[in-house]
């Protein structure tokens, strides 16, 4: 069964601290790995998309890299306008299109 | 350029009713996505549209149905509504049906059913 798991749930950093999001998939016929942000009552905002293993994504102080089984986001030294919940999902081609996100995972950042 | 727009931002909907959501694509784009999203979770696919035609579909009922119109706007419509339909149902714009394409979220209609 096609399917996007994202660890962790939450991640409490403080400012300057950097880490890495999960993103592991099971999917047949990938036609794309995407990174979202979304903030409290609006809709997602589009970050990066990946197509093939090893290709890798930067914008500001993140960094999306991508796996034939998983991606990672990246966030170098980040601010307090960082937090957000950063939602993964994949477009998979099963005979129709379709795409499957993760539950996310809620950043916290500190100052 | 003119991003997706959802209307009504709010929606207050008793049991057994039935409801139409509205979505504008971002200007260009010819497909158009709809998802529910639960508090916590994130969204769920419902179906797609492409050039008018649906050529996708997630795990939801038949009483969830859809349109596309030709300027590539569309609508949301849920029919027999039961309380775990409540949710925020977000709409989503991308250049083709085809796969690949990074999608463009509108702000979302917020569905309370009581």
């Known amino acids: 069964e096609d399917q996007v798991t994202q660890s962790p749930e939450a991640l409490r950093l403080q400012e300057g601290e950097s880490s890495s999001l999960n993103c592991s998939y099971t999917?047949?016929?990938?036609?794309?790995l995407f990174w979202y942000r979304q903030d409290p009552g609006k809709g997602p905002e589009f970050l990066f998309t990946?197509?093939?293993a090893g290709e890798e994504k930067e914008k500001e102080r993140l960094k999306a890299t991508l796996t034939k089984k998983e991606s990672f986001l990246h966030i170098t030294a980040p601010k307090p306008e960082d937090s957000a919940t950063y939602l993964c999902?994949?477009?998979?081609?099963?005979?129709?299109?379709?795409?499957?996100f993760g539950a996310g995972t809620r950043l916290f950042v500190k100052a | 350029e003119t991003g997706v727009t959802q209307s009504p931002t709010h929606l207050i909907k008793t049991r057994g009713q039935q409801v139409t959501l509205r979505c504008s694509s971002q200007?260009?784009?010819?497909?158009v996505s709809w998802y529910q999203q639960a508090l916590g979770q994130g969204p769920q696919f419902i179906f797609q549209y492409y050039r008018e035609e649906e050529n996708g579909r997630g795990n939801f009922p038949p009483r969830f149905s859809g349109l596309q119109f030709p300027n590539y706007s569309s609508e949301l419509n849920v029919n027999a509504l039961e309380l775990d339909d409540s949710a925020l149902y977000l709409c989503a714009s991308s250049l083709s049906g085809t796969g690949g394409y990074e999608q463009y979220f509108g702000p979302g209609t917020r569905l309370t059913v009581t």
């Open positions: 999917v047949s016929g990938l036609r794309g």
């Open positions: 990946l197509y093939s």
């Open positions: 999902a994949v477009q998979a081609d099963t005979g129709g299109f379709k795409t499957i």
């Open positions: 200007s260009g784009h010819n497909t």
